[in-house]
T-cell receptor, first 113, second 113 residues
Framework: DAKTTQPPSMDCAEGRAANLPCNHS???????VYWYRQIHSQGPQYIIH???NNETNEMASLIITEDRKSSTLILPHATLRDTAVYYC??????????????FGKGTLLTVNP | NAGVTQTPKFQVLKTGQSMTLQCAQD?????MSWYRQDPGMGLRLIHY???????DQGEVPNGYNVSRSTTEDFPLRLLSAAPSQTSVYFC????????????FGSGTRLTVV
């Protein structure tokens, strides 16, 4: 699986958009970009994923560059409850052992009042 | 629909003791995994299963055994606990395919003294 690079920490003001970047310059054509977050001491929570198109759900938007070498997770109106470690993970599509997730250290997003 | 249920939530073991961490899911997911998380680090894969009767090793399998006799249950066994196994353990499941993320349990906090 391609390796990802994320900033170790970011701050965001409550109510503003939080834009979390992720570099995955060695991504292959069949690899998906997944985002998870982990609020202190809890199990990780799936947020969103995509292959090459931009995606949006009730939690966030995912913007993937045209060359697929980087992506940005956008939380449109960050709240204090969005303070968490955010993990960007690249995973090969398909079944079997491809369902393994490789976690890095992620980005600690702190939303300030 | 309880999701992924892990028991116990907390456990203290003495070095050399054995125990089983329980993981159950009620979503009929084919794929299940066990991860450990040490302080300040991301999650590392211990073992995973792609279906009942099928298991495989992850990144850090030594000292742990698993079995998958049913779709719902995926217990993790520590044969002879060591202080290095002090960690937070997370179980996760996914239905498979490229359209879903993993659902994680709330974790088991294990201390080996």
């Amino acid at each position: 699986d391609a390796k990802t690079t994320q900033p170790p920490s970011m701050d965001c003001a409550e109510g503003r958009a939080a834009n979390l970047p992720c570099n995955h310059s060695t991504i292959s054509g069949n690899e998906y970009v997944y985002w998870y977050r982990q609020i202190h001491s809890q199990g990780p929570q799936y947020i969103i994923h995509g292959l090459k198109n931009n995606e949006t759900n009730e939690m966030a938007s995912l913007i993937i560059t045209e060359d697929r070498k980087s992506s940005t997770l956008i939380l449109p109106h960050a709240t204090l409850r969005d303070t968490a470690v955010y993990y960007c993970i690249v995973r090969v599509g398909g079944g079997g052992s491809n369902y393994k997730l490789t976690f890095g250290k992620g980005t600690l997003l702190t939303v300030n009042p | 629909n309880a999701g992924v249920t892990q028991t116990p939530k907390f456990q203290v073991l003495k070095t050399g003791q054995s125990m089983t961490l329980q993981c159950a899911q009620d979503m009929n997911h084919e794929y299940m995994s066990w991860y450990r998380q040490d302080p300040g680090m991301g999650l590392r894969l211990i073992h995973y299963s792609v279906g009942a009767g099928i298991t495989d090793q992850g990144e850090v399998p030594n000292g742990y055994n698993v079995s998958r006799s049913t779709t719902e249950d995926f217990p993790l066994r520590l044969l002879s606990a060591a202080p290095s196994q002090t960690s937070v353990y997370f179980c996760a499941s996914t239905p498979g395919g490229n359209n879903y993320g993993y659902t994680f349990g709330s974790g088991t906090r294990l201390t080996v003294v």
